[in-house]
């Protein structure tokens, strides 16, 4: 039997799941945030419906996998990238697919590096978040990390543009 696309893309990437795509993700209902607060997971309650927010990076990802896969949200299960949705209709190959992802992962873990040489490491923060804290904590006269806030700008405005080209389209 041939590996889903899911299996065979989805699985290298998490970047949906992670906290580089999304700082959170809206969920149906109350009843469906009660659920995955059951599972440990942090929920935020959202004022407008009631459903709550799932806070990224999501708990339940353990490396690049799901492990509440069958008990996931219904905004996990209906959601496909733009890349997932170009190598379903055929606009894009498995492989080249594969080294965007592999690219986008390269590219985000050089932010992560910067953050953290930066003096901040909050791994629970969206990587936008992340990014942001490093930089308005690391604000000196010292040259050395002035030039390294500088490179952290430019390595997440890149990665921002790739993200929002490959995975989230416009």
Do not use: W
């Amino acid at each position: 039997m041939k590996p889903s696309l899911t299996d065979t893309l989805c699985t290298r990437c998490g970047l949906c799941c992670d906290g580089s795509l999304f700082a959170d993700v809206e969920l149906a209902s109350g009843d469906e945030a009660s659920a995955l607060e059951v599972m440990g997971l942090e929920i935020e309650d959202d004022d407008d419906d009631g459903g709550g927010l799932l806070l990224q990076p999501c708990g339940a990802l353990k490396g690049r996998r799901c492990s509440i896969y069958p008990h996931r949200p219904d905004c996990c299960r209906t959601f496909a990238c733009r890349l997932l949705q170009g190598v379903e209709r055929g606009m894009v190959g498995v492989e080249r697919a594969n080294e965007k992802i592999a690219e986008a992962l390269k590219r985000i873990e050089r932010v992560k590096e910067l953050v953290v040489q930066l003096g901040t490491g909050a791994e629970l923060l969206p990587l936008k978040e992340r990014c942001e804290e490093a930089l308005t904590l690391s604000e000196t006269a010292d040259l050395e990390m002035n030039q390294k806030r500088a490179e952290l700008q430019a390595a997440m405005t890149a990665v921002e543009r790739l993200l929002q080209a490959t995975f989230l389209g416009g």
